[in-house]
């Protein structure tokens, strides 16, 4: 298994301004992914984050607008660049353990974002 | 590309049995999952369906058939606790095996 510690767990950003959220995972994870969860919607992959190489981002997210960093196996950053308030979601970190059961993701609590 | 489809929203009674279903279309097909997320509250991995059959946990059962593109999750001994959404995945080796969720379902338990 793996413990997930996201930060922030919640808040409120103004338009145009930019967070940064940080996710630790207690044990070394082969994978790392940050999702988005819009309210009462499911989750959406925004990218693969890559230790010490650019994020493999999904259709309809780009590297200018969420920005991420994996400098090492324990630890990555997401940031959300410029937000307007359709930015407000729930993000959250995901990884797959080595020797894991096949698609099992452990979640950190998530970041709630309300950009007014 | 792919397309999950499942319930918006459930609602059965205590100690009853509910069957949650779910049809998916994807390219490349690499496993069936269903994760439990209760409300405010991060997903929780429930089950994994690779091959067609039924795999049975406790009082939770998930269902496939790859042929179908169809799978099913099943709460027997319904509990107040499982009122929760549940989400339907799949994994897509075209993909690199990223897992891809669905809009989840809602359950609501009536006592």
């Known amino acids: 298994s793996a413990v997930i510690s996201q930060k922030p767990s919640r808040d409120i950003c103004q338009r145009g301004t930019s967070l940064t959220i940080q996710c630790q995972v207690d044990s070394q994870v082969t994978m790392m992914f940050w999702y988005r969860q819009q309210p009462g919607q499911s989750l959406t992959l925004i990218a693969t984050a890559n230790q010490g190489s650019e994020a493999t981002y999904e259709s309809g997210f780009v590297i200018d607008k969420f920005p991420i960093s994996r400098p090492n196996l324990t630890f990555s950053t997401l940031t959300v660049s410029n937000m307007s308030p359709e930015d407000s979601s729930i993000y959250l970190c995901?990884?797959?353990?080595?020797?894991?059961?096949?698609?099992?993701?452990?979640f950190g609590e998530g970041s709630r974002l309300t950009v007014l | 590309g792919q397309n999950i489809d499942q319930p918006t929203e459930m609602t059965a009674t205590e100690g009853a049995i509910v069957q949650i279903n779910c049809t998916y279309q994807t390219s490349g097909f690499n496993g069936l999952f269903w994760y439990q997320q209760h409300a405010g509250e991060a997903p929780t991995f429930l089950s994994y369906?690779?091959?067609?059959g039924l795999e049975e946990k406790g009082r939770f059962s998930s269902f496939l058939s790859r042929s179908k593109g169809y799978s099913y999750l099943l709460l027997k001994e319904l509990q107040m606790k499982d009122s929760a959404s549940y989400l339907c995945a799949v994994g897509d080796y075209f993909r690199d095996d990223k897992i891809i969720f669905g809009k989840g379902t809602r359950l609501h338990i009536l006592p």
């Open positions: 995901s990884v797959e353990v080595a020797g894991g059961r096949t698609g099992e993701l452990f």
């Open positions: 369906n690779v091959l067609d």
